[in-house]
């Protein structure tokens, strides 16, 4: 059973009273086997399995402790325990309660936020201050709903930057058309999943007994308010405030520091075996962690016995000797490719180390960068997909049309809105069956206001004569879509694409089938030729036909990879909605795993490089000055550091050739005790 392999202190937590419960687990104490533990003691105290609830910080987390549930228990009771992540969970919950919901990934969504925001014209401006731009303040927007406690958004700006007061009023009808539009069509983000739940909550009750929470030092208010609003009756929280690496993304270490004052009643234990790493890793990562505040106590205890190898520092004269070194290093190494990573604070550490590995042969596999789902082809095929099951989806057309030769985010919402009109409500009939009643579909609406950014878009249709000898069919070419007068003849034709693969889908219904005819297109062609063309673009202007090529070579790899995912989905909704609530879990390949310290959360290898400890990219004092903190780049280092079990590399370089920049080594090193402090003058 799984209470039979706890040790003292896991048994100690995983049997505890019903209450307010924080554990803090420290990397490599068996924080899961002690979750998996609670659990089981639940189920064999009598309570039901779909009275528990279990919130984790990735969906992959969730799966593997259900799996270990379901070995003791049976499939059965494990698959009714509601599991997963705040998002994903509160998605199940609503589609319980059959709550409207169309799912879209946050950067889908900021396609149709900049929509609404390129139509504004900011007629008053300050002298110092320019308005932020519309992807920017999308992202600003969600920070707010994740981080802020009871301001509203304008409040929040001026909080944090007060010379755009002048442009708060903009930022928030923005924001208001924005969230009017996605309740319009059912849209719903990451944090509109928490809203609404939140809101659902108000309304509704769910019996569960007892909520498990994993990693919750990286709870942000929003999730602390949702986690309040499910009432609960006894909570299970466990985290490691050292681990606390999300505030850029709104967590606050102030919740699990305060657990015990805002629960009244609340236990504390503390997990102090670690099983993973060896005693001169640990002792290195708990002298660096201990310059920051203790807000429990712990004293960590090694377990382990076995052969041990100190932690080695790697000093290098060059940035790019750094690289060619670690990957002759890891050349020359038994360890399996798959059980070592290379860790690095910021992304532009990745390519560099990447093309050296290639020179020697081995394979390597990216997590933490650009998703395999953000990546523009396959979003493309992805809302392609996403307007078979909902033919009025704004947000798939948006995206879709804006790679049209001179079409843009504002022009593709405009006739998105034409084609709603046209079809009476029914895009499809718009398009392939307008009403012949409408003959002007762009009247505008809006009532122009100078304070809000608003005016008369255009008066004067455009003619459709810039269209004849296209080879356009005589029913489209007779849609007065067309009338756009911003709309030219390569956009209108890419238009048409859409038209005849968006005819040529309705047809089928096997996701893999329909990415295979969408992959063969004449409308995918165009993306692709668009992208690679654009990845191919030298900084003089000229093609590299090579790196062009190589380009268009990935494209399709990935379209293909996209197709054995779908062949083990029947059904179109099912399929995307594994892509869109899974999809930044993923990486590809195999071979040695190149990591950001925050995609390296959760995992552990064999032998581990932190690379890159040159003070400026580790801490990243850019993103200090922007409201971060040395105490946060050191839990940062400590994480790196300690998803190492046996060997660990910690390296730095004093000198980048390219950009001709000197460094000196991170005080993270100096604070390991590792190389001297630099002096400074006082």
């Not at 990693?215 to 405030?241: A, H, I, M, W």
């Not at 099951?389 to 879709?400: G, P, R, Y």
């Not at 008369?456 to 029913?475: A, R, T």
Request: net charge neutral; charged share 25%.
């Amino acid at each position: 059973m799984p209470l039979s392999n706890l040790n003292e202190e896991q048994l100690s937590a995983a049997t505890c009273a019903s209450g307010y419960n924080l554990i803090i687990a420290s990397a490599g104490t068996g924080k899961t086997s002690t979750i998996v533990g609670r659990i089981a003691n639940l189920i064999n105290s009598g309570v039901k399995p779909q009275e528990i609830l279990l919130l984790t910080f990735t969906n992959k987390a969730a799966q593997e402790m259900v799996e270990r549930v379901a070995k003791f228990f049976g499939k059965d009771i494990a698959k009714s325990i509601m599991a997963g992540t705040f998002h994903s969970v509160s998605y199940k919950l609503l589609k319980q309660l059959n709550v409207n919901i169309t799912l879209k990934q946050p950067k889908e969504l900021q396609t149709l936020f900049k929509s609404l925001y390129e139509k504004r014209v900011f007629y008053h401006r300050d002298d110092e201050t320019n308005p932020y731009d519309g992807g920017y303040l999308y992202d600003l927007y969600s920070l707010f709903l994740n981080s802020s406690y009871g301001q509203t958004f304008g409040e929040w700006i001026v909080s944090k930057n007060e010379g755009h007061e002048l442009y708060t009023p903009i930022y928030e009808d923005v924001v208001e058309e924005f969230n009017d539009l996605k309740k319009e069509y059912g849209y719903a983000n990451f944090d509109d999943l928490l809203t609404i739940m939140l809101e659902t909550l108000e309304k509704e009750a769910f019996n569960f007994k007892e909520i498990l929470v994993d990693e919750y030092q990286d709870t942000n208010p929003l999730q602390g308010r949702l986690l309040e609003g499910f009432k609960p009756k006894s909570l299970f929280c466990v985290g490691d405030y050292d681990q606390s690496i999300y505030a850029f993304n709104g967590s606050d270490i102030g919740i699990i520091s305060t657990f015990g004052k805002r629960y009244e009643g609340a236990t504390v234990f503390t997990l102090k075996k670690n099983y993973r790493s060896t005693k001169p890793i640990l002792d290195l990562a708990t002298k660096v962690i201990e310059y920051n505040e203790r807000v429990y106590e712990k004293n960590l205890e090694v377990v382990r016995k076995d052969a041990i190898a100190s932690p080695k520092l790697l000093t290098f004269n060059e940035l790019f000797e750094q690289y060619e070194y670690i990957s002759k290093l890891i050349s020359q190494s038994v360890t399996p490719h798959n059980e070592m990573a290379i860790i690095f604070r910021n992304n532009s550490s990745a390519d560099g180390i990447e093309v050296n590995l290639r020179e020697y042969g081995i394979p390597a596999k990216r997590k933490g960068g650009h998703s395999f789902f953000d990546s523009l082809e396959i979003k493309f095929t992805l809302d392609l997909m996403t307007l078979l099951i909902n033919n009025n989806d704004m947000m798939a057309v948006i995206h879709i049309l804006e790679y049209g030769k001179g079409i843009g985010k504002a022009i593709a919402k405009d006739i998105f809105d034409a084609l709603i009109k046209l079809g009476n409500g029914n895009l499809f009939q718009g398009l392939f069956s307008p009403d012949p009643k409408i003959n002007n579909p762009y009247v505008s609406s809006k009532v122009k206001n100078i304070q809000l950014g608003l005016f008369d878009d255009f008066i004067e249709l455009g003619s459709v004569s810039k269209f004849k000898d296209s080879g356009f069919d005589e029913k489209f070419l007779g849609n007065p879509l067309l009338k756009h007068p911003k709309l030219n003849r390569e956009g209108g034709e890419f238009i048409y694409e859409f038209y005849k693969v968006l005819k040529d889908l309705r047809r089928v219904k096997n996701p893999n089938s329909i990415i295979e005819h969408i992959s063969k297109s004449n409308l995918f062609k165009i993306l692709r030729e668009t992208l690679s063309t654009k990845r191919g673009t030298q900084k003089d202007g000229t093609i590299n036909e090579s790196a062009k090529l190589s380009a268009s070579l990935k494209i399709d790899r990935k379209v293909t990879l996209l197709k054995n995912l779908a062949q083990h989905y029947d059904e179109l909704q099912k399929f995307i909605n594994a892509m869109i609530l899974g999809g930044g879990e993923m990486s590809e390949g195999d071979g040695v795993n190149l990591l950001t310290v925050h995609a390296s959360k959760g995992l552990e290898f064999k032998e581990v490089y932190v690379i890159d400890l040159m003070d400026g990219r580790f801490p990243n004092r850019k993103l200090i000055s922007k409201g971060g903190s040395v105490e946060e780049e050191r839990r940062l280092f400590y994480v790196a550091v300690t998803r190492a079990k046996d060997i660990l590399y910690l390296s730095y370089a004093k000198y980048d050739r390219i950009k001709k920049l000197d460094f000196i080594h991170s005080q993270f090193l100096s604070e390991a005790g590792l190389v001297k402090p630099v002096e400074t003058d006082d």
